[in-house]
């Protein structure tokens, strides 16, 4: 609800008062007395006078979205008398000569008699921008008024490359924006050193800003315009042929406010993909494969490396194991070859107080797994096996947790860039010319060349880390249980950083967010059915533009979460929850059937019935595409019952902002449970301003309800529960559409 000041909540529930609108034109500059003010009577106001000039303030009308998760703002026509004499000596039109009307704000307010001044926030209903379009005759001026999201919208990043140095195409791009975890995957146990370069839980896109940067010998790609949370070097790739090379000599460096990938050489690191159906190369190290032999036998462990992209020159190969539950003696009694080939092997050494291993292939020499001609056209097509040969007394086994291979490699897509070093060599010679001791020094100037190579020109660089940390706005409020630099992962308050950083707004309607989002008892924890808020994880990169009320209302509709202007300014939020979350304490207000107008009682369109729900999500920001997908289905809607529509009704949703299954699937019941039936839509006027504070979003039920009207064969009770989907408001009263959202 809006915060209407104490005077103005008492004046518009009693029957007596006379209540009115009074409106601000700005002009020119917009200062605090650069507007002419109107309504419609002559209202003194103090220091402030409105002219009784208005014949029709027209409707003001918000509205959200019950499905897609929008909101919109209609355009006002205002119409005001233009006759001669009616303002500063003259007709209202003759002000268009000398004032700039256009593009600048309106504010209009609710007010009642006696109760001044009339220009307070607590009595402010809507604010926006005076469009220009103005059309007059001698008797009649019509403005438009539009809303303010021309104005507080805007492209998303805002920043952008222009370094010359940036590769052409890069040059005019924006600097992505990076918000949650894409760093080490927690789901899979812990991870080895010697496999830390391999389990990023995603990727995010850097930007290349420099294609050299002849000062540090480095390619140069820009995270973000804000800092990081997190950055390693560990985790810094580049996409070729469809897979992701981790990258050599990789840094980390802080520019003012931002974060910057520096790496240099060619020399990259592959971890291709292996197969294994038992736990062995599953790139998890929860589970595992055993290898067991009794004394005196052997036994074997396979998987195989499938068809692998030729990416270079290979220069070396290392085999990773991770073991666990080592039983037995003796170090050699593990090996590594080709199971199709079974002449060379690798001892793989390891014992209970060494269960990690990297262990080297050769590629050249005696003793090669894989041949001059594999190594060379990358043909590792095969399949390979940990032998194991217990010997003749003792037991061995071990449970191999994980393997990967290690191929470090020479890139083929590089270019090589020569430099000449100039050295000056002094030579220092004594002469004596007239009693005159001079110093001669010829200049010996040698030029030494150096070839410098770095992978060839590419537009971005990806990398495992987190993204934005909340910053000291956090703190100056203790509702919402974060702190300044925690990770932003929470889609509530992703939106208010958006909103702060990207938009510089502070006019924020901080408690709605908090009630949204705050760590203990946030609302959307009942969208994805957590206990706490904290489980619910978002993570994206924004690295394309988009519109900021677009992107804002794309994080809604993936966290169940209405973001709308209050009074046309104000951002603010209201999450829809499941049906089963609601009861009757949850209602703002209980409205009187006896004071008000009935129009219609109906439902929401069948063709908005969704009954089964695909969620794809995991985004990949190279390939450009989600790599996961989960749907879920409601028989019962699909049927033919009472409540069923006898078909199947697909809802398909990119959710490229969620990487986990269990959010996705979470994501996915949400919209079945709240699109699976057609809702009760119910339209009534209130002939009094008593209720002109509600506002799209506000939940409300109803007392008093007519028991001869049922509401398709059910009898109305406080126990059903609406929220608000879209308000008409006059100076007298205010017309509602009202969505059912649950039974409690």
């Not at 736990?279 to 998987?303: K, V």
């Not at 590089?414 to 010319?433: A, R």
């Not at 089964?612 to 019962?636: N, R």
């Amino acid at each position: 609800m809006l915060s209407f000041s104490d005077a103005l909540k008492d004046g518009v529930v009693a029957k007596n008062t006379h209540c009115f609108w009074v409106i601000k034109l700005y002009y020119n500059a917009e200062g605090s007395s650069d507007f002419i003010g109107l309504s419609d009577a002559n209202r003194d106001d103090g220091a402030d006078f409105y002219h009784g000039l208005i014949t029709d303030f027209g409707n003001f009308v918000q509205s959200i979205d019950y499905f897609e998760f929008t909101s919109s703002i209609s355009n006002m026509t205002l119409k005001a008398v233009n006759s001669p004499n009616t303002i500063n000596g003259g007709r209202l039109s003759d002000l268009l000569s000398t004032l700039n009307f256009g593009n600048r704000k309106w504010e209009l307010f609710q007010c009642i008699q006696g109760a001044t001044p009339y220009d307070t926030a607590g009595n402010l209903i809507a604010q926006g921008i005076i469009a220009g379009d103005f059309t007059y005759n001698r008797n009649e001026v019509v403005l438009q008024l539009i809303d303010n999201s021309g104005l507080l919208h805007k492209d998303l990043p805002t920043n952008t490359v222009t370094s010359t140095d940036a590769p052409e195409e890069n040059i005019g791009k924006p600097i992505p924006m990076q918000y949650g975890d894409f760093h080490d995957n927690p789901n899979i146990g812990t991870i080895p050193s010697n496999f830390d370069k391999i389990f990023p839980l995603g990727k995010f896109p850097a930007i290349i800003t420099n294609t050299w940067d002849d000062t540090n010998n480095v390619v140069v790609a820009q995270c973000d315009s804000q800092r990081m949370h997190t950055t390693d070097t560990d985790l810094v790739f580049q996409y070729q042929q469809n897979v992701y090379p981790n990258l050599g000599s990789v840094a980390f460096a802080t520019s003012g406010t931002t974060d910057l990938i520096r790496f240099s050489g060619a020399s990259n690191i592959y971890y291709p993909l292996l197969k294994n159906t038992s736990g062995l190369a599953d790139r998890t190290f929860q589970t595992g494969q055993e290898l067991s032999a009794s004394a005196g036998s052997t036994a074997t462990i396979q998987f195989d490396i499938p068809k692998q992209p030729k990416l270079g020159v290979i220069t070396d190969i290392n085999l990773l194991c991770s073991f666990n539950n080592f039983i037995g003696s003796g170090q050699d009694a593990f090996t590594f070859r080709d199971a199709n080939n079974t002449g060379n092997s690798v001892n793989v050494t390891f014992s209970d107080s060494n269960l990690e291993q990297s262990i080297n292939i050769p590629i050249s020499g005696g003793i090669q797994i894989f041949s001059d001609d594999e190594l060379r056209d990358w043909s590792f097509e095969s399949t390979y096996e940990f032998f194991l040969d217990a010997g003749a007394s003792v037991n061995v086994s071990a449970i191999f947790k994980e393997v990967a291979l290690e191929i470090t490699y020479f890139a083929e897509q590089n270019y090589t860039q020569t430099f000449e070093d100039i050295n000056v060599k002094t030579n220092v010679t004594e002469s004596f010319l007239a009693h005159d001791r001079r110093v001669m020094i010829p200049r010996q100037v040698i030029k030494k060349k150096r070839e410098i190579t770095s992978p060839a020109t590419i537009q971005y660089v990806y990398f495992g880390g987190k993204g934005r940390k909340f910053g000291s706005w956090v703190d100056a409020r203790t509702d919402n249980g974060y702190d300044e630099d925690d990770l932003i992962e929470n889609p509530i308050f992703i939106v208010e950083d958006i909103i702060r950083t990207e938009l510089g707004s502070t006019d924020i309607n901080t408690s709605s967010f908090d009630v949204s989002g705050n760590t203990s008892n946030g609302l959307i924890k009942n969208v994805f059915d957590e206990d706490n808020t904290t489980d619910i994880k978002f993570a994206f990169s924004q690295n394309k533009f988009i519109n900021s009320k677009n992107l804002i209302e794309n994080i809604g509709s993936l966290c169940g979460t209405f973001f709308f202007l209050s009074a046309g300014k104000t951002f603010k939020t209201a999450t829809l929850q499941k049906d089963a979350d609601y009861d009757n304490n949850d209602a703002v207000v209980t409205i009187d059937y006896d004071m008000i107008t009935l129009d219609s009682i109906g439902l929401t369109p069948i063709n908005a019935v969704r009954n089964s729900v695909s969620v794809e999500y995991d985004y990949d920001y190279a390939k450009k595409q989600t790599k996961e997908i989960v749907t879920v289905t409601d028989s019962t809607s699909q049927g033919t019952t009472v409540n069923g529509v006898n078909q199947t009704l697909k809802l398909e949703l990119e959710a490229d902002k969620i990487i986990d299954t269990t959010t996705a699937t979470a994501l996915a019941n949400y919209y079945k449970d709240i699109s699976k039936d057609r809702k009760l839509v119910i339209m009534f006027d209130v002939p009094t301003p008593k209720h002109n504070a509600l506002e799209v979003g506000d939940i409300i039920n109803f007392t008093n309800w007519d028991s001869d009207i049922k509401l398709f064969g059910s009898s109305m009770t406080e126990n059903f529960i609406f929220i608000v989907t879209q308000t008409t408001k006059r100076p007298d009263g205010c017309e509602f559409v009202v969505t059912e959202v649950g039974r409690s």
